[in-house]
């Protein structure tokens, strides 16, 4: 069988009541079968999803809407902030806090707008007990320099170890801020418990996806220009090159910056050259699937496929491609405490949870 994961052996597809957790798929990959099946259904332009302690889950709808599902009942949640859904902007990334059971806090990036246009912003809120609302919603990060761009705004957010926030911030579709230290475009921001915000690394075009590894190290996956989507391993202070270094060129063709090397510039771990339009990532952990233990699992919302990237610590050894042309426009991919995988496909307007067959 092809490395590529462009076989797919059988695809049982039923048809469903809506909010219901059954069955939808059987689909082999290079190493064996799995069912896929269909937690939420009819979802408008989803973007990411976060795991509650009791079993439930969160979904954000670009459009502003925050959804909780639980045994296959959902609700809207109130409290949202106002967000500018436009393009690329909207309600994007949501994170149950770790320590959850004690605070209750929820975190959610959207596109926040202002006088012109819209920035990237992160807000931190308590859910109520009947889940029901966001209590004491409160803005703890604002993009410098907001724009009337509507695309870019990265905006993943992950929890580091020590409860301080990691959010990435694309370029906005300016690509000289990425190397302009005074605003916060094309940088991965660092936000502390005590309300210290800071430029982590810089030279990033449009991170999509970010998430830590075993060791609770910093991952990123961004859209690059046309070939040269990355997959990098930021580190404080340093500069990942967008835009005088790139592995793609612009869409008309033309070289960027400098090339692919620049001395002070850092290179990626890894590079797709076509690009796959790649948002949302995970590391996992292989409680289900030992053998995928320390994989990156990235969303492809172009081929409409999950890029798996064999990991043997900094190093990719290889790409394999599952369930290309399954599913639409792949846009986030999580490990659920259980070690079963979610994704959410804009395209299919659907949650997905796969297992082992």
Not at 135 to 164: C, K, M, P, W
Not at 247 to 252: A, F, P, R, T
Not at 306 to 319: C, N, V
Request: net charge positive.
């Amino acid at each position: 069988m092809s490395a590529t994961g462009k076989h797919i052996i059988a695809a049982l597809v039923l048809a469903l009541p809506s909010n219901a957790a059954l069955a939808a798929n059987v689909l082999v990959h290079d190493t064996g079968a799995v069912r896929i099946d269909t937690v939420i259904d009819q979802l408008d332009q989803p973007w990411a999803v976060g795991f509650l302690p009791d079993g439930a889950v969160l979904v954000t709808e670009r459009g502003g809407v925050l959804i909780h599902a639980k045994d296959g009942v959902r609700n809207h949640v109130s409290g949202v902030p106002k967000v500018a859904a436009k393009g690329q902007g909207g309600l994007l990334d949501v994170v149950v806090a770790r320590d959850f059971t004690k605070t209750r806090e929820v975190f959610l990036t959207y596109a926040e707008p202002r006088k012109g246009g819209a920035g990237t912003a992160l807000a931190v809120a308590r859910l109520s007990r009947d889940a029901s609302q966001l209590i004491d919603l409160r803005v703890i990060y604002r993009q410098l320099h907001g724009s009337n761009t509507t695309r870019h705004f990265g905006s993943r957010v992950v929890e580091a170890r020590d409860g301080s926030l990691f959010v990435t911030v694309g370029d906005r579709g300016a690509r000289d801020l990425a190397q302009d230290m005074s605003v916060h475009n094309g940088k991965v921001m660092h936000i502390t418990r005590a309300g210290g915000i800071s430029i982590y690394s810089h030279g990033h075009r449009n991170p999509q996806a970010a998430t830590l590894d075993a060791q609770g190290r910093l991952w990123t996956v961004e859209h690059g220009p046309k070939g040269g989507d990355e997959v990098n391993k930021p580190e404080q202070g340093k500069n990942y090159g967008w835009p005088v270094i790139s592995y793609g060129v612009h869409y008309s063709g033309k070289k960027i910056g400098a090339g692919t090397h620049k001395l002070g510039m850092e290179q990626p771990i890894y590079y797709w050259d076509p690009s796959i339009a790649p948002s949302g990532m995970m590391i996992y952990s292989g409680k289900l699937w030992p053998q995928w233990k320390g994989d990156i699992f990235v969303g492809s919302l172009k081929f409409d496929l999950i890029s798996r990237l064999d990991r043997a610590g900094d190093r990719i050894l290889g790409e394999e491609r599952l369930f290309k042309d399954s599913f639409e426009r792949i846009r986030d991919i999580r490990e659920a405490p259980d070690g079963s995988i979610y994704f959410l496909a804009v395209g299919d307007g659907v949650l997905y949870r796969m297992v082992p067959q």
